[in-house]
């Protein structure tokens, strides 16, 4: 299993903040992926990593950007939050096991965000 | 398309019984894995179990298990002996081709609630 950590668990500010919600993992994985869940709703992919240097964006449209400078470390940031970015920020990480098998995204405790 | 469908919004079921939650997916992929995941009240994603499509047996993990019908295309989950912990919301996941990786699109979930 991983370890991985998500701060802050909850988030409340004003509208035009600009906010960073930092994941980090302790398992040297090099997949890591940050996904937005609206309460009682399904899991939507807004970006994802590769490894150092890799990002890309997910199925879902996002106003975030996100940074990969360090293989354990994956923060996505909002320049100007939004009403609209009420969410529950989820990241996860993940490595490729040989031998056929899949690799399981393992998944942090998440960010509960609100603007107002 | 690929899609999994979570029919239950939501089920009850009595501490220690069993319960089966149920998933319907569609790929046209030969090669794709399927995942379950609990979500507490506390926002974490918990992975329960994982049946990759050429799997010949169904996937037990301690309580839980996989009821895998490729020809249905279902891949349920059955919870034996059920406890109080067991409320919370559950996903099903597939895994899907991305890039030259994977990524996972969920279900919109199934809220279990287990009474005394």
């Known amino acids: 299993e991983a370890d991985i950590y998500q701060t802050p668990r909850y988030l409340v500010i004003g509208t035009g903040k600009k906010i960073t919600l930092e994941c980090s993992q302790t398992?040297?994985?090099?997949?890591m992926y940050w996904y937005q869940q609206d309460p009682g709703m399904e899991l939507h992919l807004i970006h994802y990593s590769y490894g150092v240097n890799s990002t890309e964006k997910g199925d879902l449209s996002s106003e975030s950007t996100v940074s990969r400078i360090r293989t354990e470390h994956f923060p996505l940031t909002l320049e100007s939050a939004r009403p609209s970015h009420t969410s529950q920020y989820l990241c996860?990480?993940?490595?490729?096991?040989?031998?056929?098998?899949?690799?399981?995204?393992?998944f942090g405790p998440g960010t509960r965000l609100t603007v107002l | 398309a690929q899609k999994i469908t979570q029919t239950q919004p939501g089920m009850f079921v009595q501490e220690k019984e069993a319960v089966t939650l149920d998933c319907t997916y569609d790929t046209s992929d030969q090669s794709y894995g399927l995942f379950w995941y609990k979500q507490p009240s506390s926002g974490e994603m918990i992975f329960l179990i994982y049946q990759g499509s050429y799997d010949e047996q169904n996937a037990t993990e301690g309580r839980y298990s996989l009821n895998f019908q490729k020809a249905r295309k279902s891949a349920n989950l059955v919870i034996s002996a059920s406890q109080l912990g067991d409320s919370a919301m559950y996903f099903c996941?597939?895994?899907?081709?991305?890039?030259?990786?994977?990524?996972?699109?969920f279900g919109s979930g199934t809220r279990l609630l287990v009474r005394p």
């Open positions: 398992m040297g994985h090099d997949k």
């Open positions: 996860a990480s993940s490595e490729f096991l040989a031998g056929g098998q899949t690799d399981t995204q393992y």
């Open positions: 996941a597939m895994r899907v081709p991305m890039d030259s990786s994977y990524k996972l699109i």
